[in-house]
């Protein structure tokens, strides 16, 4: 079976640094989809980036990129330039199209201190 | 668009009652999804629906129930609440299980049973 591990329970970083969230992921499968999302306060889920496995570069949207160690199955998030609006939980998720669900880690808390 | 929708947004229940929680989506998704996020963990599947008509259960199914009589809707029934039932109960949907479309997540019903 698959699953999702988020070692890092909360996270804390000054406003305009870089903060970087670990995810760890078990799987057989060699095609698979793997995504970030952020449910700040307002307990929404919003995505905020998502990675396809045959891909080799790493994904990336505006701020935010991930570091895609397929082998390591490994997949961080990088949030430069941190913002107070970046706190939030962040959810490592993963899926395939053998599968019909997310696969959801535990969660890290993040703290973005002025 | 409205998006997802979830009616309401807090309930206490006591031990024993019936409760349906309600999930609408306006996007003409085919797939919808119930999830419940429990303090401090990651989200867990209880039941998905591919289309009108067609439900199955996901990974925590027990002590729940749900319909797919309209594209739009996908509500999920209590029958007999329970204290373990306490936690926050997140709707989805998506054009296609496939695994490169988004999940779009709706505000959450925040549920308490004592």
């Known amino acids: 079976a698959q699953t999702v591990t988020q070692s890092q329970p909360e996270m804390s970083v000054q406003e305009a640094e870089t903060v970087t969230l670990s995810c760890t992921y078990d799987?057989?499968?060699?095609?698979?989809?793997l995504f970030w999302y952020k449910q700040p306060p307002s307990r929404q889920m919003i995505l905020v980036i998502r990675?396809?496995?045959?891909?080799?570069q790493n994904a990336t949207e505006n701020r935010f990129s991930v570091n895609f160690q397929k082998a390591a199955k490994s997949f961080s998030l990088k949030i430069s330039d941190s913002q107070l609006g970046d706190a939030a939980m962040y959810f490592c998720?993963?899926?395939?199209?053998?599968?019909?669900?997310?696969?959801f880690g535990t969660g890290t808390r993040l703290q973005v201190f002025p | 668009n409205a998006g997802v929708t979830q009616t309401p947004k807090f309930r206490i229940l006591k031990i024993g009652q019936s409760m349906t929680l309600q999930c609408t989506q306006d996007?003409?998704?085919?797939?919808m999804y119930w999830y419940r996020q429990d303090p401090g963990m990651g989200l867990k599947l209880i039941y998905y629906?591919?289309?009108?008509?067609?439900?199955d259960k996901g990974e925590v199914p027990n002590g729940y129930n749900v319909s797919r009589s309209t594209t739009e809707d996908f509500p999920l029934r209590l029958e007999l609440a329970a204290p373990s039932q306490t936690s926050v109960y997140f709707c989805?949907?998506?054009?296609?299980?496939?695994?490169?479309?988004?999940?779009?997540f709706g505000p959450g019903t925040r549920l308490t049973v004592t």
């Open positions: 629906s591919v289309g009108a008509g067609i439900t």
């Open positions: 998720a993963y899926t395939s199209d053998n599968t019909d669900k997310l696969i």
């Open positions: 996007m003409n998704h085919n797939y």
């Open positions: 989805a949907s998506s054009y296609s299980a496939q695994a490169n479309y988004e999940q779009y």
């Open positions: 990675q396809e496995a045959y891909k080799q």
């Open positions: 799987t057989s499968e060699s095609d698979y989809y």
